[in-house]
């Protein structure tokens, strides 16, 4: 009796621990799809020209302040980053 009994709390706290993870997962998942692109951490805040919102302040500031000096001379695309990572047009 008590074997089962045992068993059954057993399957009850797995249960559980299951349920509890499914809602850690889809917070974590709501979290992502209002992550910044860029840093994946803080709350998107910048609304593009486009009306596409991708990134936190500090992140499009970055952006912003990076143009034409990101390091590597890659003549062809003189702004790697300023580009909305959902429809890919400038800003
Ligand atoms: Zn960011
Ligand atoms: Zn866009």
Do not use: W
Not at 15 to 43: F, G, H, I, K, N
């Amino acid at each position: 009796m008590t074997n089962i009994d045992s068993e059954v709390t057993r399957l009850i706290q797995l249960r559980c621990a299951a349920a509890v993870q499914r809602a850690d997962t889809q917070r974590a998942e709501q979290e992502r799809e209002d992550a910044c692109m860029a840093c994946l951490s803080e709350s998107r805040a910048v609304v593009l020209p486009y009306g596409c919102k991708c990134y936190c302040a500090s992140c499009h500031a970055r952006i912003l302040a990076g143009r034409g000096a990101t390091g590597d001379d890659e003549e062809d695309e003189p702004e790697p980053t300023s580009k909305c990572p959902f429809c890919s047009k400038p800003f």
